[in-house]
Structure formats: C-alpha cells, structure tokens
C-alpha cells in the first residue's frame, strides 16, 4: 500500500467463514455495488472431479478425513481448500 494514498473501504477483507459439514445454510453477503455474495455456513454436496474418467459430477461429501494445515479442521469438520474428504459414491 503506497504511503500516499488513503485506505478505501473496498479494500477491507472478510472474516473466514469456516464452512462445515451439514445441511445447506447460506447467508448473503452484500458486495459492491447492488450486488449480494452467497456465502455458506454449512454444505454437504460438492463438485468432484475424476480425471481416470475425464468427468466432474456435483456427489455428496460424507467426511472430512485429513487436513494438512490443521488437526482442529478435522476435528470440527471444516471444509476448506486442499482437504481430503470422503465423497458418496464413484460416478
């Protein structure tokens, strides 16, 4: 951030949402302009790939399994980036 300009509010970030596993909650969150993000509280389905079968079907996700950055996101069932989860069935 260049020390002669002012800070704007568009360049503020959001707090994480640590999605977990469950029915489908969203809340929206207002974005700029008349816009509104849909953000999810909890979530149980997910689009998978599998690149053996050069397909990507929306499966259920029934576990979190392995977390690399964090022990406690298994444990609460957190769904982010990068962690190993058990989906429903091959396609």
Request: no cysteine; aromatic share 6%.
């Amino acid at each position: 951030m260049p020390v002669h300009k002012k800070k704007r509010n568009f360049e503020m970030g959001k707090q994480a949402t640590h999605t977990k596993l469950g029915a489908r909650k969203l809340i929206y969150i207002k974005g700029r302009g008349a816009n509104y993000k849909p953000r999810a509280l909890r979530i149980d389905v997910g689009n998978f790939t599998w690149a053996s079968q050069a397909i990507a079907k929306k499966t259920r996700v029934i576990d979190v399994v392995y977390n690399a950055t964090n022990r406690e996101l298994v444990k609460t069932k957190t769904l982010v980036k990068n962690s190993v989860v058990v989906s429903d069935a091959a396609p």
